[in-house]
């Protein structure tokens, strides 16, 4: 097979994309697992939450990206203004923004059409699995076609495991009596994504000051406890990230 | 529940949203350099705001806190860290969570 439209006319290119895009297709295997049950869940609890069919298919082929969807679900089955949904979600994205500097760094020289393709469709899995194979090349290696492909293929991979089983999920929920409380799995799916990112006591430390935050001024209108609860959890985190550093000093040699 | 309008204009925004947030950097290249207090800042806020929207919903059982073992949320949300502390498995600690969550509730 040589898939002349997708891996262009040249053969020797081809065989080195081809390649490429395998190898990383491949390196994403085992995740795929994880990522087509998320995709399952995520399209269940879309209509769940009471998303219509074609509302819940628009959500997820144009957003695709799980936890900023399942964070704005809670917050649409509240009846939260639009603008904190949108401020909510963009909060819980900005590790994306982190991730497209470090793109940058590899993909810089591509051309804007192609540089926001690779930006679609980088999400979480993909770029830690092409960071884990090049994230040492040298800066006068980075963004050969090689790697153009191997990310390709991790993000291709997840891209086709979860998209076909966010659609099963939305089609098939409505045969999901409401009683089984789907819906929860959402927020459990959220604690899996969350977390991983307890890492170093700052994070921490963040964290327990937004979660403590967040219940407290649960009662405020139009859902502005939870920014309240992310902007306390974050100068806690910064805080204890200042602190941490000079302590540090402090016992240096 | 938002109105049908409200939601697609969310669905709408959302996409842009992720359409920023992804290509920030990919797009305006180092023109803009981030310092590092901010790169920190990045790195904190998502876990925060996830935690901020999550422990709300464990917690909170028709907006009064119940801490205890009647509340099923809580029960499944503390062996589905426990999974996940344990084993690592997202999977596992989703399907654990929820098998709690249906037998506390049919109990």
Known sequence: MTWRPVFGTDPTVAAVRREAFLRGARAAGPALVATSIWGLVTGVAMIKTGLTTAQALAMTLFVYAGSAQMAALPLIAADAPVWVVLLTATVVNLRFVIFSATLWTYFGRLSLARRLMLGYLTADIGLALFMSRYGNAPDDRRGNTEQVWYLLGTCGATWLSWQPMSIIGILLAGLIPGQWGLEFAAILALLAITVPMFQGRPAVAGCLTAGVVAVLAAALPLKLGLLVAVIAGVSVAMAADVLLERNTEGRAP | ?107
């Open chain 2, 1 to 107: 529940m938002m109105s049908g309008g409200d939601i697609w204009l969310t669905i709408a925004g959302l996409t842009l949203v992720t359409i920023v947030t992804r290509n920030a950097f990919l797009v305006l290249g180092h023109k803009v350099a981030l310092p590092e207090r901010v790169q920190h800042a990045l790195r904190y806020a998502p876990a925060c705001a996830l935690a901020a929207l999550i422990v709300p919903e464990v917690v909170l059982i028709s907006g009064t806190p119940v801490l205890d073992f009647s509340n099923p949320k809580l029960v499944a949300s503390v062996i589905a860290v426990a999974t996940l502390l344990l084993t690592r498995r997202a999977v596992a600690a989703i399907a654990l969570g929820m098998l709690a969550f249906t037998l506390i509730r049919l109990l």
